[in-house]
């Protein structure tokens, strides 16, 4: 299995590139996000479903671009000139500045600014053109940008990253057990991170080891099995 791709860690936020996992879902991306220096007009949208990595992905880029990180809503009351200054800015749920005249107007000036020497990377669930952005010049420079997707987590995936997350807690499980569980959860990277720590929460109340029948039973409760 190819070692690499995106998810958050249970009991910490490091962003790591060794917690990234590359499958066919995802390796389009992060070969692009890792290619920011000829991003066409230094500019790149990131699409994908909740839980999918963006988050983790642009991270990554932000420690190696030396990027400012900020939330689209958040742009509102943002200093734009400190975070110009960076010379590149990672924004992340961008189409939450949707609806906003304060958010909006500030996102367009930030783009103008960082764009014209610098990388802007936007994360969002769906490419601009489905945001309802109310500002047209925002709107038309977004949907000019190079956008790239993630899909939602494919079988390998999830499976390497159900080894990773129980590894991390030192929990050791049957094998059989990966692939009962992937095809019964939900499918993202967040679902996953919640399933286990559910298992390791219940196996640990009741002093027992996490097994494929503990499994069923707690997805049964949630009407997932």
């Known amino acids: 299995m190819i ?13 790591r590139r060794e917690d990234f996992f590359t499958s066919p879902a995802n390796a389009a991306a992060l070969a692009t996000v890792d290619d920011w220096r000829n991003w066409p007009s230094g500019k790149l949208v990131l699409v994908g479903p909740p839980g999918s990595g963006k988050t983790h992905l642009a991270r990554l880029w932000a420690a190696e671009a030396g990027a400012a990180v900020i939330s689209g809503p958040a742009l509102a009351e943002a200093d734009l000139p400190a975070l ?13 500045t949707a609806g906003s005249a304060r958010a909006e107007t500030a996102f367009f000036h930030l783009h103008n600014i960082v764009t014209q020497a610098g990388h802007l990377l936007v994360t969002a669930t769906r490419p601009p053109r489905d945001w309802g952005l109310a500002l047209p010049d ?7 940008a190079q956008l790239v997707r993630i899909d939602a987590p ?18 050791t499980v049957p094998p059989a057990l990966i692939p009962f569980l992937v095809l019964r959860m939900e499918r993202s990277i967040a679902a ?34």
């Open 192 to 225: 996953a991170r919640d399933l286990v720590a559910r298992l390791d929460a219940h196996a640990l109340a009741a002093g027992r080891p996490i097994t494929r029948q503990m499994a069923a039973q707690l997805m049964g409760e949630d009407g997932t099995d």
């Open 154 to 171: 494919d079988d390998a995936l999830l499976s390497a990253v159900l080894v990773k997350l129980f590894a991390d807690r030192q929990i």
């Open 3 to 15: 070692r690499q791709l995106a998810f958050d860690l249970p009991a910490r936020e490091a962003w």
């Open 138 to 144: 925002l709107a038309s420079r977004l949907q000019a």
């Open 84 to 96: 110009s200054a960076h010379g590149a800015v990672a924004v992340e749920d961008a189409e939450g």
